[in-house]
Structures are given as C-alpha cells and as structure tokens.
C-alpha cells in the first residue's frame, strides 16, 4: 500500500476550475421568487406596527404569523425567533421577508416598509450586561487563593480580543421548496442534519416530509454552522406561503452586517509564582460577548475554558467563564471556536511573566510544558504522548528561533526595527466531552453497486477543505481500489445517514473512522458484480475518564492535536507599521491524509491566525457592524504574506484512520499570539489587546 499522504487531485478539483460547479445563486427552479429580509433600524426595542406598502400581484409579505410550527430557531437551544415577533434585540435582526419575481421590486417594497418601535436602552458593553448565555466555573487543585498564600509573585493581567469575520467566498444563501406537504431546502451550509432539525420544528413536520441537500459551498469557516439553519426556516416557511420556491442571496453587507462572528473577549489572568518562577496557581475568569441570542455560545465559551492554561501544567487553577447577552448581532463559530482567544491570552500572559522573573519566554514556558501523564484542567489526562520538545526541534532548526530571539532582544537602534515570537497549542480533537456519544451518535454508510463502484453516504461537507477527496482516499486504500472507483457527491438527508456536523474538526478522524472501519468490513465480505451496503455506528472511546459536564471535570477530548507557531517581523517605528518577514510552523495531526490537502489548511489558518492578530478591525459602533464589506474589514492578502514554511510531526492517535487527527481548527490557534509577541518584542513594549493594528501601536509607541 502506497503512503496515504501521498497527494492526489483533489475529488472536485476539475469541476471547481472548469466553473461548472453550481453554487446556490446559479440555481433556478420554475417560478421561482426571490426573498430579502426586512430588518430591525434598532438595536432593542417591542415593534408598535407594521405598514406595508401596496404590494403588486405575485408579491407576498412572510412574518411570525406564518410559521406553522414553533417560531424560534433551534440550535443547542431555542430562543431566537424565526421572524421577529413582538421584539428586536440587535440592529439587523429579520423582522418579516418580502418575496417576488423581481429582485429590484422586492429591494424597493423592502425600503418602503414602515416600523414603528418603542425603544428601549440597549446594552453595547459586555460589562453592563446582567443577563448570561452560558456560565461555568471550577477548580483544579486547592484552588488558587489556597496556592497564592505561598507565593512569592502575584501578578495580574487583562487581555481583549475582538471581532473576526468569517469572511467566506460565497455569501449566505438558501431556496426553500414546498411540494405535496414536504418542505426541501437547498443550501450553502456545513450541517445539513442541524438545518433539517430547525426545518421540523419551525414546519411542525416529521423527519419524512423535511429534506436538506447541501449546494457547492464556497466557504464556511464555521460561519455556516448555525445561520443556514436560520435562512432556511426562513425560506421554508416563505415557499409554503407562497407555493413557489424562494430563494435567498444575502448581499455582502447584509451578510457581514447581520451573520454570527467571533466572539470578542475579555480575559484577567492572576498568576502566583513561587521562588523558583514557577507557576503554582493560575486564576482566570473569562467572558463573551454573545451577542443578542445565546446560540452557540455555550459550546464556544467551553472551549475558551479548556484553552485557559495553554500546553503548560499548573496544578492549582481556578477557572471562570461567562458568555453574556447584549444587543449586538448575535455570535457563533469561527474556526478555532473560543479557543484562538485564550490561547493568545494565555501565551502572551507567559512571555510578559517570563520578563518579570528576568527568564527567556522559551525558557520559561518549557518548565511548564504539558506532557504524557499529566492531568488536563479538567482533572482528565494526556493519554498520549505529547510531541512538543520534537516539534520544537524541527521548528528550532527551520526558523532559526533562539538566536533571533537573543539578536532581537538587545536594544535594537533606528526606524527599522526586528523581532520574533512563538507560540504554543493545541486542538482538543471531536466534540466536548460524552457529545459524540451521547448526542450525535454518528453513522455512516458505503454502498458497493454491482459495477463495483462504492460510494460514501454521509452527511459531512466539503466546503473547500478537502473533505470529499479525503473521505475517498480512506475508503480507497482500505478496499483496496482505484480512486475514481469511489463516488461521492454533496449531501441530501434523504440519502444519507446523520454523521454529524463539519465542525470541531471531527469530521476526519470521527467520521473517517466510521469509513475506516465500514471499508473494512466491505473488504472481508467482498464479492465482485454483487450490491453490498455496510452501516457503522459510532464507538466512544474506551479509555477516556467520564465527563461531567456540569462540574466540567474529567476527559474533555480523546486526544489533541499539537501546533508550534514563529512569526518573524520588521516594525516601521516612525509610521507603527509592520511587515512579515518570516513563518514558520509545525504541526502534529497525527497522519496527514493527503500532505498538499494539509499544507492548505496549513497556509490559510495561519494566515487568519495573523490577521486576527494584526488588520481584521471590526468594531460595533452604537449597535452596528462598522466595517461590513471588504472594503473597510481588511483581511491579509498574498501581498501582505511571505512564503510559510511548514513540518509536520507524526504522531498518530490510533482512534483516527491511518493515525489522523483532527487538524483545522489547530492550524489558526497560533498566529496571532505569535505575531503579538514578534511585535512585543521589536518595539519593547507589552501589550494586551488584538487586532494590534497600526492605530493601537502608534498609541502604544506614543505613550
């Protein structure tokens, strides 16, 4: 058997560039209307009246009024209504939808509609707001009061993250089709099963009469996580009104406007050290901004509590996390999903403890690096082994750390100025604790056809990641059969069975188990020319502690994912601005199955790592997105990058196929602490807050 890593074109490779792939906005269905949302002018507020305008024959105004079902969108829970009913709770929020034949018909009937509202006072600031989306806290140890009677350095530390944008090729979209009592929707989407599940109960329909299929998507970045689900009762109860189909293309404005982000941060560390400069007790108290709707905040704010210590061992912890409501446009998931905040905390707060105890940042991250054995913050374990001192070899030898570390660290002369910075993480693999068992219970199915073609039915997307080349390169080299023998297309729920979400990066190494697995046992029962089709189910993993999730202790993950990052910068003093002028990163996730596939997830995680540290400035100013088109949110483009270079260490997890583990979501973590620390260091001076964009370090040069 060749090495699975070994590249290949990718599955879609050839329909993508010759442009005969179908995104939703390509589509057209016979009579089909077009729908836009007529949106809240207020932040917070009970609606007094509506007054439409005349509508012309063939136009049709959908609200709350017309949902059969329950008018509140189902995610982890249910509170954010399908159409505003009586109340908005942030600026943009989807009050009722116009439809009709022409687009530039509805787009004025839409501006012609008049609300009338009683304001209310809104909340802006995420310390004003009294009302929580999520709230944990725990203990690890004897706690950290206990720990910080015997230390010999107190020291605390306040750190902001803001906003991210997704920022997707293809905006958000869906049509909604309604047909003899079956509503069917089509989409740009990552869950085809957490659509289908919203459609119910916003329908009150069974599972018969619900159907997802998932478009060609162009993107998602977890941005396509829980709004398709939104935008898809939408459009499902607007067909039914109807009886045509509707479709929906939100604009880029009203896309960036008006769609879930990252979550902006507050994070206060309080370390205690000992003599010795250790760390003997680490308090952090962690907060989020939700936004107006808890979505999915609890299950990010989970992993921003998971990530607070970073890849270091501190035995006494006292942990504290809340995501709180505001009126603001609603949060949700963005690669990394709550983690990339408090690892940049976290790393930073290590480098700025380094220089109070007189020690080199490496230096004194090294004494506390995690290792196999030790206990996770949740009182779990590091079953497997943990690669950093390897990783940080490789990463030592390709990028030259240490010495620029000791060059740059001298009183560096004139406008030009250099520094590096590196930092440290790690990607809990597959959903939190007991959710892939207990919630999920994931299934797939291959079907061999008589002309002995097999073809993978799961309910996973491809979204650009690669995922539909992967899945069939697994089920290749376990058959044992060419590549183009094996199919596998977009899914559609009436097709394929419930995997689970393309989230969390669990698709590969908990789905791609599942095919693993059912490849097998296609092999062993093999017969040429006849029809075989095989189900797996999902396995927890037996050698995990139990997790609570109420008192969050035990196991949260099966095992991690490892990532060392080095960013290299040159700092223009006169005008704070700042250049790239090396990156470099190693990456252990476990297996790569296909290595040119990984080096992409490589490449452009860590490009947003470093623009989310650096230029993606997105504000809310009196409850609107200020930079809501990419002409004033500013991601980095090739012309602000240089060549990364990129080592992988091979360090398989034996529940993943092949060895894989979960790799996407691992590859942004990085790049914006070290970026920060690069800059830290070329200017002398700490900071605490991303984006540091040139305005904020001209303030901090300036002080």
């Not at 017309?66 to 995610?75: E, F, R, S």
């Not at 082994?385 to 570390?405: D, F, N, R, T």
């Not at 979960?662 to 690069?678: K, N, R, V």
Request: charged share 25%; with cysteine; net charge neutral.
């Amino acid at each position: 058997m060749k090495d699975i890593s070994e590249s290949v074109v990718k599955k879609d490779h050839e329909e993508k560039m010759s442009g005969r792939a179908l995104y939703l906005a390509d589509m057209k269905f016979d009579g089909m209307l077009y729908g836009k949302m007529v949106r809240s002018t207020i932040s917070f507020g009970k609606i007094k009246s509506i007054k439409l305008p005349q509508l012309p024959k063939g136009y049709f105004a959908i609200g709350a009024e017309d949902v059969p079902g329950i008018n509140l969108l189902k995610v982890v829970t249910s509170e954010q209504p399908i159409f505003a009913g009586d109340t908005v709770r942030f600026l943009g929020e989807g009050i009722m939808m116009i439809a009709g034949p022409e687009q530039s018909v509805v787009s004025s009937l839409v501006s012609q509609v008049v609300i009338e509202y009683d304001e209310y006072k809104p909340v802006y600031d995420i310390d004003e707001s009294k009302d929580l989306a999520a709230h944990y806290h725990f203990t690890k140890g004897i706690g950290f009061e206990e720990a910080a009677k015997k230390a010999k350095l107190i020291v605390k530390e306040e750190f902001r993250t803001g906003y991210q944008e997704q920022a997707y090729i293809e905006p958000q979209s869906a049509v909604g089709i309604w047909k003899d009592g079956k509503s069917s929707v089509i989409g740009s989407m990552q869950c085809p099963y957490y659509v289908k599940n919203a459609v119910m109960q916003t329908m009150a329909l069974d599972e018969n009469n619900v159907q997802v299929i998932q478009s060609t998507t162009g993107g998602g970045f977890g941005g396509k996580e829980d709004y398709p689900s939104l935008i898809c009762c939408q459009l499902a109860v607007a067909a039914r009104k109807t009886g045509h189909p509707v479709q929906m293309v939100l604009n880029r404005r009203e896309d960036m406007g008006t769609t879930p982000k990252r979550h902006p941060s507050k994070i206060q560390y309080t370390a205690a050290l000992d003599e010795c400069n250790r760390i003997i007790g680490l308090k952090a108290v962690i907060k989020l901004d939700a936004g107006a709707y808890a979505g999915l905040s609890d299950v990010v704010l989970q992993r921003s509590l998971l990530a607070a210590v970073g890849a270091y061992d501190i035995q006494n912890l006292d942990i504290e996390g809340s995501a709180v409501l505001t009126n603001l446009v609603s949060n949700g998931a963005y690669r990394g999903f709550g983690a990339p905040q408090s690892f940049f905390a976290i790393e930073v707060l290590m480098s700025h403890l380094a220089k109070k105890c007189g020690m080199k940042t490496l230096d004194f991250k090294k004494m506390h690096f995690v290792k196999q054995g030790d206990l996770t913050l949740t009182n779990g374990k590091f079953h497997h082994h943990v690669p950093l001192p390897e990783m940080l070899a490789k990463i030592e030898e390709i990028s030259g750390y240490s010495k620029k570390y000791d060059k740059y660290s001298k009183l560096q002369e004139g406008r030009y100025r250099k520094g590096i910075g590196m930092s440290l993480f790690y990607h809990g693999c597959g959903f939190t604790g007991a959710a892939e068992q207990q919630f999920i219970k994931a299934v797939v199915k291959i079907v061999k056809y008589e002309d002995d073609t097999v073809e993978i039915l799961a309910s996973n997307t491809d979204m650009g990641q690669g995922l539909k080349t992967t899945f069939s390169k697994i089920v290749s080299e376990v058959c044992e059969i060419p590549l183009e023998n094996v199919k596998i297309v977009n899914p559609d729920t009436d097709r394929v069975p419930n995997s689970g979400p393309t989230v969390a990066s669990r698709s590969l190494m908990i789905v791609g188990k599942l095919l693993d697995r059912a490849s097998q046992k296609l092999k062993s029962q093999w017969i040429s020319g006849k029809r075989i089709e095989i189900e797996e189910h999902y396995q927890h993993p037996t050698h995990m502690i139990p997790w609570d999730g109420k008192a969050f202790q035990g196991d949260a993950y099966p095992t991690y994912s490892w990532g060392i990052n080095v960013v290299e910068v040159e700092t223009d003093m006169m005008l704070a601005t700042t250049k790239l002028v090396g990156v470099w990163g190693v990456f252990d996730v476990g297996k790569e199955i296909d290595r040119t596939i990984m080096i992409g997830q490589c490449q452009g995680g860590m490009l947003q790592g470093i623009g989310y540290g650096s230029i993606e400035n997105m504000q809310s100013k009196n409850g609107r997105i200020a930079q809501s088109s990419y002409t004033d949110y500013m991601i980095p483009t090739s012309l602000d990058t240089v060549p990364f270079q990129i080592e992988f260490e091979n360090s398989p997890y034996e529940g993943g196929p092949f060895g894989a583990k979960g790799a996407g979501e691992l590859t942004l973590i990085g790049g914006a602490p070290a970026y920060e620390l690069a800059v830290e260091q070329a200017v002398k001076k700490d900071m605490f807050e991303i984006p540091l964009t040139s305005e904020k370090l001209m303030t901090v040069l300036s002080a």
